[in-house]
């Protein structure tokens, strides 16, 4: 093991996604939004992404010269192109859009299109909430669960995130999937050889396993059942109908380095709680109920642990696993 400050880790990262063809602008946004999700624990969402963007870019998955385009718009509304790059750039784009329309007109609604795999979809709606917004993302991903009755895989695991800014504390922050777990942590448990849990997922004929490996040739089980599927389904057509990308089935796998250039689309909510019952009432509401919650013994706020997490990484550092940091280093 080996431990990196966040700038040395995002330095890292930054020359590899570089050395594999991504403009330096796409590979410091990439870097950046990969570090400070493995200093919030996420390390399905962190630094073990960067080899598969490597590959991603090196065979035309993903395009590393690409910028993000504003291509329609009205109002409170835009769709942002990725143009078939890393989603981060186009992510920056969309909260910087999403935090002046949404100050203009009380909403904003930003969709993406053409983009990738887009991470912890947590530190966006976070960034608006730091801006005094509420805000709400979505995103599709590749097929990897059933509709309700199917066996085949058909949308994708579609995380849900949601950020709500408090009185002088950081904001309240909910980032899930809506598998009965994210399927990076399968990833992870795949790569270090190691099983899964029962009730997580199905293996390539439909029945229960415990095989990470067959996990990710199979398909994962919705949160909640049917209801879980259902607001999947919600998620894939807010980000592909609205938005003009490809749905989780027209996408390939991000489990294996050659495919075809995903298209997958993210959607953004963003509302000034001025333009409802103000935010002075905003913020008394949000407060009254999270007191009611912390009045409880046992009950910890979502993101808490996140939040602990990034705070100990910003003061002592990453620590990486040997096989990882070799393979980062292997990559500039």
């Known amino acids: 093991m080996a431990t990196l400050s966040l700038p040395e880790a995002e330095a890292l990262a930054s020359r590899a996604l570089a050395a594999a063809g991504a403009s330096p602008g796409m590979a410091a946004a990439t870097a950046r939004a990969l570090v400070a999700a493995e200093a919030q624990g996420q390390a399905g969402h962190g630094l073990s992404r960067v080899p598969q963007y490597c590959a991603f870019l090196r065979n035309g998955r993903a395009e590393g010269s690409a910028t993000p385009q504003i291509i329609a718009e009205r109002g409170g509304a835009a769709l942002i192109d990725a143009g078939h790059g890393l989603a981060f750039p186009a992510l920056v784009l969309a909260v910087a859009e999403a935090t002046q329309r949404a100050q203009s007109h009380g909403i904003a ?180 109920l999270l007191a009611a919650m912390l009045a409880e013994d046992g009950v910890r706020l979502p993101g808490a642990r996140r939040a602990a997490l990034a705070a100990t990484a910003e003061a002592a550092g990453l620590t990486l696993p040997d096989d990882l940091l070799k393979r980062l280093h292997a990559l500039v």
Request: hydrophobic residues 50%; neutral net charge; contains cysteine.
């Open 109 to 288: 609604c930003i969709g993406l299109t053409n983009s990738q795999h887009s991470g912890a979809m947590g530190l966006p709606v976070e960034a608006l909430a730091r801006q005094g917004l509420v805000a709400l993302a979505f995103t599709n991903s590749p097929a990897a669960m059933p509709v309700p009755g199917g066996r085949r895989p058909l949308m994708g695991t579609n995380p849900i995130a949601a950020a709500f800014p408090r009185r002088n504390a950081a904001p309240l922050v909910i980032d899930l999937a809506l598998s009965e777990v994210a399927r990076g942590k399968i990833m992870v448990a795949a790569k270090a050889g190691k099983p899964i849990p029962e009730g997580w997922a199905l293996d390539a004929e439909g029945r229960p396993t415990t095989d990470a490996n067959a996990a990710l040739g199979g398909a994962m089980l919705a949160m909640g059942g049917t209801k879980g599927a259902l607001l999947a389904l919600v998620v894939e057509l807010l980000c592909v109908a609205l938005t003009g990308a490809a749905f989780g089935f027209e996408a390939d796998s991000f489990f294996t380095d050659a495919g075809n250039r995903p298209r997958l689309g993210q959607f953004i909510l963003a509302v000034d709680p001025g333009a409802l019952a103000g935010q002075e009432s905003y913020l008394q509401r949000v407060e009254t």
